[in-house]
């Protein structure tokens, strides 16, 4: 069975981005960073085999001076044309239609065995198809009010077991859960 996995980033408040999809936020917050500090990101992608990401984090992300999802191959999920930059057209697929459960089927059938999940609107899919097996959300300490959440439209309650915490000098906490998986009868 396809692992899937969700690694993100949130105000205190719980946003990933502002209501603009603007991260400037997190950029400001990330130069109290420690210098090298990775949050375990690092280890985290070497563990992934394949990525789906959402259009707009997509655009985002491609203009990043360095690339951090190392040669993992991506699919970008949009129903519009995208500009793919030359230098990630060998690591980048498109998909116009999508139901995360076909998807998964289709890429258990592909051997992938460990899938990372990013973008708001895509994550929020995956935990409402319930597909999604651990999170690890870092917050960042500071409020922004008003944003976009990666669990905004989640359609019922997600129950969470907590695996690890880590608190970094600079204010930021990490929290890892796997997804309980309700069994229907």
Same mark, same amino acid.
């Given at each position: 069975?396809?692992?899937? !996995? &969700?690694?993100?980033?949130?105000?205190?408040?719980?946003?990933? *981005?502002?209501?603009?999809?603007?991260?400037?936020?997190?950029? @400001? *917050?990330?130069?109290?960073?420690?210098?090298?500090?990775?949050?375990?990101?690092?280890?985290?992608?070497?563990?992934?085999?394949?990525?789906?990401?959402?259009?707009?984090?997509?655009? %985002? &992300? =491609?203009?990043?001076?360095?690339?951090?999802?190392?040669? =993992?191959r991506?699919? &970008?999920?949009?129903?519009?044309?995208?500009?793919?930059? /030359?230098?990630? /057209?060998?690591?980048?697929?498109? !998909? !116009?239609?999508?139901?995360?459960?076909?998807?998964?089927?289709e890429?258990?059938? %592909?051997?992938?065995?460990?899938?990372?999940?990013?973008?708001?609107?895509?994550?929020? @899919?995956?935990?409402? *198809?319930?597909?999604?097996?651990?999170?690890?959300?870092?917050?960042?300490?500071?409020?922004?009010?008003?944003?976009?959440?990666? !669990?905004?439209?989640?359609?019922?309650?997600?129950?969470?077991?907590?695996?690890?915490?880590?608190?970094?000098?600079?204010?930021?906490i %990490?929290? =890892?859960?796997?997804?309980?998986?309700?069994? =229907?009868?």
């Amino acid at each position: 069975m396809v692992k899937v !996995s &969700v690694y993100i980033g949130t105000s205190l408040d719980g946003f990933i *981005a502002r209501e603009n999809g603007d991260i400037g936020w997190l950029d @400001e *917050a990330n130069k109290n960073v420690t210098p090298g500090e990775d949050f375990g990101f690092n280890n985290f992608i070497e563990s992934v085999d394949l990525i789906v990401m959402g259009r707009k984090t997509f655009e %985002q &992300v =491609k203009v990043f001076d360095n690339w951090p999802y190392m040669d =993992k191959r991506l699919i &970008v999920l949009t129903t519009k044309n995208l500009q793919i930059p /030359e230098k990630l /057209e060998r690591f980048t697929t498109t !998909s !116009s239609t999508f139901v995360p459960e076909k998807l998964i089927s289709e890429l258990s059938d %592909q051997h992938v065995d460990h899938i990372y999940i990013d973008g708001g609107l895509v994550i929020q @899919e995956f935990l409402s *198809a319930g597909l999604v097996d651990e999170i690890t959300v870092t917050i960042v300490p500071i409020i922004i009010g008003r944003g976009k959440s990666f !669990s905004k439209l989640v359609s019922k309650d997600l129950h969470l077991n907590h695996l690890k915490t880590t608190v970094y000098e600079f204010g930021f906490i %990490q929290n =890892k859960y796997r997804i309980t998986k309700l069994i =229907k009868g």
